[in-house]
């Protein structure tokens, strides 16, 4: 199982991204896919995830800013980030559950200044 993220790159406050996870398996086989996060210093911190494909739920600290989505076709889960502020500043990482495993991706810098 692979995961491949991609999107992150220097943003100015208030500006958005979109980040891009790829996936090798089918989605309807995951259990959970989302997104964490780790900031300079800072723990790893869960932000948004995807239940069976219906149910989100999203850290207090991104939401209602980051929506997370996927299209099946494509086999790729999204982060779309608005609103940026400093704090988003992170290496930013999908994951994936899947046969009682989870996979991580690679990670991807997210740096948000002026």
């Known amino acids: 199982v692979q995961l491949q993220a991609s999107g992150g790159g220097q943003v100015h406050p208030g500006g958005s991204l979109r980040l891009s996870c790829v996936v090798s398996?089918?989605?309807?086989?995951?259990?959970?896919v989302g997104w964490w996060r780790q900031g300079p210093g800072a723990q790893r911190e869960l932000i948004a995830a995807?239940?069976?494909?219906?149910?989100?739920g999203y850290a207090d600290s991104v939401k209602g800013r980051f929506t997370i989505s996927v299209d099946k076709a494509a086999s790729t889960m999204y982060l779309q980030m608005n609103s940026l502020t400093p704090d988003d500043t992170a290496v930013y990482f999908c994951?994936?559950?899947?046969?009682?495993?989870?996979?991580w991706g690679q990670g991807t810098q997210v740096t948000v200044s002026s």
């Open positions: 995807l239940t069976e494909f219906t149910k989100t």
């Open positions: 994951y994936g559950d899947i046969r009682h495993q989870r996979y």
């Open positions: 398996e089918r989605f309807d086989d995951f259990v959970v």
